[in-house]
């Protein structure tokens, strides 16, 4: 029977990471996470910087050749990579470069004392599941600073520091960027959403040890205690990851007052 005192007790247990124990083995289902979750941040982490380092740079530059073919180009093959969903160019790498090609393993799981002692080694079982991601989320980051900073450059100020003669280079990277940075960053806050979305589609895929397999895994197993936890921390990083970005709105604009 419901009553206010157990939604409070739940709701301790929630926020002090007490989860109860799984159904199966009658581990702690915070221990079980525990050792899951670092291997997401990892993926999830890695995919996210580097999608950014490549997007934003990339948006800018296409932005600059406005009306030619590269620009069409780029946006075309941005667009065609920005619509394939996490999962069926995850399928696609997992048939070419596990069956047809074996390159790369089918499952990709290492130690993470590797990160320290065999980068290499983590590197190459990381490769595939990143490249799914960065592809997919870079294309997106091109296509939202573009569309930035080609309204950005409209502006008065950009037309009246051409005026003074300041130079191109100047304009586009020190004057337009950084404000188009505002609104970028509000859309990455969303791409992160999906990026983390994505990364648990991918974790499921490549058999990965993260947060999205164990999900995955206590979901057929219908292990409550252990599904309920997975969301939690998932639900947990996405949030944190929402006031990060509201962190950076701030340092951008110091008109934004937290």
């Not at 300041?166 to 791409?191: C, D, K, Q, W, Y």
């Not at 057929?220 to 990851?241: K, N, R």
């Amino acid at each position: 029977k419901w009553n206010p005192v157990n939604f409070f007790i739940y709701m301790r247990d929630m926020f002090t990471f007490n989860f109860g124990f799984d159904y199966f083995e009658g581990l702690s289902v915070w221990d079980i996470i525990r050792a899951a979750l670092p291997y997401t941040l990892l993926l999830f982490g890695t995919a996210g910087v580097i999608s950014f380092i490549l997007g934003i740079p990339l948006g800018i530059l296409t932005s600059w050749v406005r009306s030619t073919k590269r620009e069409s180009t780029m946006i075309a093959l941005s667009t065609a990579l920005n619509a394939i969903p996490f999962f069926v160019l995850a399928v696609w790498l997992v048939i070419y470069f596990t069956a047809l090609k074996p390159y790369f393993p089918v499952r990709t799981v290492f130690p993470l004392s590797w990160l320290i002692t065999n980068p290499l080694g983590v590197a190459y079982y990381l490769f595939l599941p990143l490249i799914t991601l960065i592809v997919i989320e870079g294309a997106s980051h091109l296509l939202t600073t573009r569309a930035a900073m080609v309204s950005t450059l409209g502006e008065d100020f950009i037309m009246t520091a051409r005026a003074k003669g300041v130079r191109e280079g100047n304009i586009m990277f020190h004057h337009a960027a950084r404000n188009a940075m505002i609104p970028i960053s509000t859309r990455m806050a969303l791409e992160l959403a999906l990026l983390m979305s994505g990364a648990v589609v991918v974790e499921i895929i490549f058999s990965y040890p993260g947060i999205g397999h164990l999900l995955y895994n206590a979901t057929l197993e219908l292990d409550y205690p252990l599904a309920e936890g997975a969301l939690f921390i998932i639900s947990l990083v996405t949030i944190i990851t929402y006031s990060l970005v509201d962190f950076i709105h701030a340092w951008l604009d110091p008109r934004i007052k937290l």
